[in-house]
């Protein structure tokens, strides 16, 4: 369900104290709501609702072509706190920490980091069906495994990625030294796919 | 893609990427949502006037607290406050206090049922066209009301990111010495030229003025925060109040229902846009549509947006409005003129 219509006594009186307040001059102090009734119900049950986060979890996935792993697909997950109200069948906000395991051809990784996501669910409960904008900076460690990558397979690599999606199309820009192998120190990736 | 061939997939692509890299350069303000208040015609909604003020004041008064409430800050100035209320308020693209408008069981909203949601995607003036039109790849924003006007929330979005967009220009010409409505046609133009040249045509083929109504209305917002004899932030003390609170009536107009005062299309997006409007030509007699576009006529009055736009229509720079109203469209339709 989208949205409760709310009850009218709230928007009349809250209506009313408003337009009373604003003939009056009244001030507001910043200390406090405004010492008006209705306006100060309102406002103080808006408050409540938004201090009244619940802690989810999110799925997210992607993918796409990149330098180091060719092509790969990507699952992850992010912690995010919401209003408990929100269902975010539409358009919603998710922020916080994020995990994601990306397996590909040339190779694969595993990135830690913290985002933001703009997206809906569109009825599916774990999972983002479509995300309109998205970024995060993740710490990655990334191996590759075959030829297909453009290092040498067998080389492991700690590095910083960043990832950007706006309306499902994901950019992503890394920069990574090699921990263990005999390939050159830094190398930089960039991708380009779907999802984030 | 339904029968796109491969350059077609490709050019088209590019010409996404293209636009979406313009709009994401821009900053913050880069529009890319739509809405559709004939949608919403026949539909009843629940003002919500109460809720949006109650939100906003409440967000004000927060930023409010964090200034008083740390030493470090307490020599901030206006602006340095102004600033921090607006962050409470801004993203990117998607401006915070829209998605919880758009979330929120206080705000009574059209679509406002998951069926009613596939419905207005589905039948909407813009629905989803895959790659080929990328403008149009975020769902349109519902319709609320708010002192009976229907306004998109995406006018939310308008009023406090591009206007305070708007708002640090107006003062980047206000230093130079302008005067007040130099500053403000100097605030404004970039932004007329942004909606115009950029996401109005390239990306999603709609000059709205509703929108540059609403950015102009934020402007005006902003400047009350800190300008003119009586400022809604004072100073008493080294302490900020508020006094005087956020009410969205002082600026909402008739202008911001985009289904009477309607947008400016690209030939093709007006293709597609005429089709469906016409379906609402039998509507054009409901008496809630005839009670709510005479109660707008009442209300209506020249702005400086229709100043702007009637200068632009002058001068050739956008075709005239009235030829998109609904209207016009119906007329023509009635007479059997395929041109409107």
Redesign the interface.
């Known amino acids: 369900m989208l949205s409760r219509r709310p009850a009218g006594h709230h928007v009349l009186a809250a209506t009313v104290t408003l337009l009373t307040m604003i003939a009056a001059g009244g001030e507001v102090s910043a200390e406090e709501p405004p010492s008006v009734p209705g306006t100060t119900d309102l406002l103080d049950e808006i408050t409540r609702h938004d201090d009244d986060l619940e802690r989810r979890i999110v799925g997210l996935w992607g993918a796409r072509a990149s330098r180091a792993l060719a092509l790969s697909a990507r699952v992850g997950l992010m912690v995010a706190r919401q209003p408990a109200s929100f269902d975010c069948t539409t358009t919603c906000e998710y922020r916080g920490p994020l995990v994601q395991l990306e397996p590909g051809i040339g190779g694969g990784q595993l990135s830690f980091g913290h985002g933001k996501v703009i997206g809906e669910h569109r009825g599916n409960r774990h999972f983002l069906a479509h995300v309109f904008l998205a970024y995060a900076v993740k710490g990655v460690i990334l191996h590759s495994w075959s030829d297909a990558s453009s290092v040498e397979p067998g080389e492991t690599y700690l590095g910083v990625e960043g990832d950007l999606t706006a309306v499902m199309v994901n950019f992503s820009l890394g920069i990574f030294r090699h921990v263990s192998g005999d390939d050159d120190d830094w190398i930089v990736t960039a991708g380009l796919g779907w999802g984030f | 893609m339904g029968g796109m061939g491969a350059r077609s997939v490709r050019a088209a692509a590019a010409r996404?990427?293209l636009s979406?890299a313009l709009a994401?350069a821009w900053g913050p303000d880069a529009r890319?949502l739509e809405t559709d208040q004939y949608f919403a015609w026949t539909k009843p909604l629940?003002?919500?006037?109460?809720?949006v003020?109650?939100?906003v004041?409440?967000e004000l008064?927060q930023a409010?607290?964090d200034?008083?409430e740390a030493e470090s800050r307490r020599g901030e100035s206006c602006y340095d406050v102004s600033r921090r209320a607006m962050k409470r308020f801004r993203f990117?693209?998607?401006q915070?206090i829209q998605?919880?408008v758009?979330?929120?069981?206080?705000?009574?909203?059209v679509?406002?049922?998951?069926e009613?949601?596939l419905a207005y995607r589905r039948d909407s003036l813009y629905p989803f066209r895959g790659l080929r039109d990328?403008g149009m790849?975020?769902?349109p924003s519902p319709t609320i009301e708010i002192d009976g006007i229907r306004i998109g929330t995406d006018k939310l979005s308008h009023f406090f990111s591009n206007g305070w967009r708007y708002y640090r220009r107006y003062l980047r010409h206000a230093r130079r010495g302008q005067s007040t409505e130099e500053a403000e046609a100097g605030a404004i133009g970039p932004g007329v030229w942004y909606e115009k040249n950029i996401l109005g045509y390239a990306l999603s083929g709609v000059f709205s003025i509703g929108d540059m109504e609403a950015n102009y209305k934020g402007l005006l917002f902003f400047r009350s925060l800190c300008d003119g004899e009586a400022p809604r932030l004072?100073n008493e003390g080294g302490?900020?109040?508020?006094?005087?609170?956020f009410?969205i009536r002082e600026f909402v107009t008739p202008e911001w229902d985009e289904s009477y005062r309607p947008s400016v299309y690209s030939p093709g997006r007006w293709r597609r846009v005429r089709r469906i409007m016409r379906r609402y030509c039998p509507l054009l007699d409901h008496p809630d549509v005839v009670a709510r576009r005479a109660d707008y006529a009442r209300r209506d009055r020249v702005t400086e947006t229709d100043r702007l736009v009637d200068k632009l229509v002058k001068e050739g720079r956008i075709a005239d409005p009235s030829g998109y109203a609904i209207d016009t469209v119906c007329a023509a339709a009635s007479s059997g003129d395929p041109g409107r």
């Open positions: 996404a990427a979406m994401l890319a629940e003002d919500a006037t109460a809720a003020n109650a939100k004041n409440k008064l409010l607290r200034a008083n990117f693209i998607f915070d998605l919880w758009d979330n929120a069981p206080f705000v009574d909203r679509p406002g049922t998951p009613e949601e990328v790849s975020i769902p004072v302490a900020w109040r508020l006094a005087r609170p009410d």
